[in-house]
């Protein structure tokens, strides 16, 4: 008997965070007794009254949205970082060890329409939201305190999203958060020691196997990483690196859009519904280096494993000791690829 | 103004896995219009003849399951990892490297009882499950090709558990895990240092600052931890450092059984809900070296934050950022302890 990937469990590696994933391919038959999801349906309004995002609407903070045509950027009202805390340092011993934290919040509407999600914006209005993401960045890595610039988006209710209307959010701080930190960590040994960009290197490693590749246009390549955790997690990269989305063309902003919209619209077609995940840029940090180590690349971490209802549950032995898949990384890439 | 840990967002250290935590002590004010979970109601029967884990009935395999009285264990019939595979290492360049993973899943099932969770078992029944797993660590360490044996407990639909039969698991394998690897290489350090295990350096510290600690008996401290991301995390651990639960005396189990259920009877009281976590116990390597740097100690991770149906979404942010908290560890340690 051969070890083989599609067959027998294995563990995989990941160069960029320097963890592993457990893959058990024979598992994806054991049967589903569990949690079932609601069917998200799609929204019907173009317009809610009730919803804070819709232009012209009051928010719960009581200010008042423009009515905006394309995408509309404010501060969360009720962000988790905020601007305004005085600087505290606290160490006491080895285990008491804080540091206050500065940040700023932020929300980006991708849309005026309450019932469009990115897959059904035009490639002209997904890259009115690349090009805000690259306003924003800009903008907030022009302060003195913000060293780190987190820009996601969370879809679907299944993902802890508490509202429909199409919108992404930007947390911008003081501190490089941990998944980060482990990419720069990564990225920099690597150039360190072979004077090359990992995220371009890999890049084209994995075009010259193609077997985990999803669709490529101009500038952008969709994948399934080889480490891939999530069942149908994916990855954006440009094929010649980009430190962060601050040093992009306006070219390269409508291909990393195209891609977006090619990714997220596939997604919609696997079990023909709205497709939620977790998805976000990591780039260079804003502090003022140069970060040629930096390859940006967009991560994205969607939770349905089987259909509509049944999803990847990330809890027990992963939680507490590994992330686990059942399929292989090549099988998604095959199934998103042919869609 | 001065800094306040109740009032200012920061970051804590966690010295046991080298990672942060996102603390944001005013955000739990902001209101709340997404997903509300199921509220689980509490099993009525105490024998379901459809139900895999029930005494004489025949599980998905085939086989059937013996008239158990106390705990039952068996190998998962679906498990995740398995014995008879061959062995294989693939490296190929910087970016594809995956090696074989053999290992044994096994469920063990709580009580005969189907309606019973832990915090529903007596003292006599839960100190069953806690022998029931040091035999199952002393049987599983015997065998070469077994270095690490994980045991835990997913509880509850929202934890993706598929049964409501009250059952753990254990998941042992080849490999040390990635998140028991980080606790070794800390405590490892931690030793060399001080000459000194850091869970039980841990423990006095906070027994003397009290704050967090939520119960005690004789051997055993119930506490959150300063560092804890979710809501209402908990860590049970004991006085004087304990290596494994193959090390344990009656009398220690019978404390750490003492401590589950105080634990578990508190958290389902916390929002009247059968309360739903992953839980399991960190421990030693079975890989035949004395380990006197490690720490035994169980963690518990909760989802649920302001009641029955709303709970904490580690996503967005969280996934692809760092892991972010509202209300603080002291707080939770206060509500729980008041229980
Ligand atoms: O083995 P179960 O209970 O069917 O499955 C559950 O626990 C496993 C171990 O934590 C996870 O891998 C699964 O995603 C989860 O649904
Ligand atoms: O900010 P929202 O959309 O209300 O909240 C959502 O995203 C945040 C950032 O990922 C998370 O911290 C919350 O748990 C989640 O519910």
Redesign the interface.
Known sequence: ?????E???????N?FTG??V???P??S???????QERVIKSEQVTYDPECFLCPSNTR?GGEVNPDYKNTFVFTN??????QD????E?ED???????????ICKVICFSPDHSKTIPQLSQEEVFEVVKTWQREYLELSKLDFINYV?I???KG???????PHPHG?I?AQE?I????LKKQQSFSS?FLKNGENMVS??LN??LK?SERIIYQNEHFVVLVP?WAAWPFEAMIAPKKAISSIAKMSDEEMASLADAYRVLTIKYDNLFEVSFPY?A?I?QAPTDEQDHPEWGLHM?F?PPLLRSATVKK?M???E??????R?LTAEKSAGILRDL
């Open positions: 008997m051969k070890f083989s990937f067959e027998h469990s294995h563990r995989r590696f160069p963890s592993f457990q893959v058990s024979h598992r038959k054991r049967p589903w007794q569990g949690q719960v009202d009720f962000g988790a970082l905020t805390i005085p600087s505290g606290y011993g080895d285990f008491f060890i804080a540091k206050s934290e500065r940040g987190q996601f988006e969370n209710e299944v993902m802890g999203c508490s509202n959010q947390w501190s958060p941990d998944e980060p690597y290197a890999y490693a994995e196997k080889f977790s976000g990591h991560v971490y549950f809890v027990g032995y939680m507490l000791a590994n992330p686990q059942d």
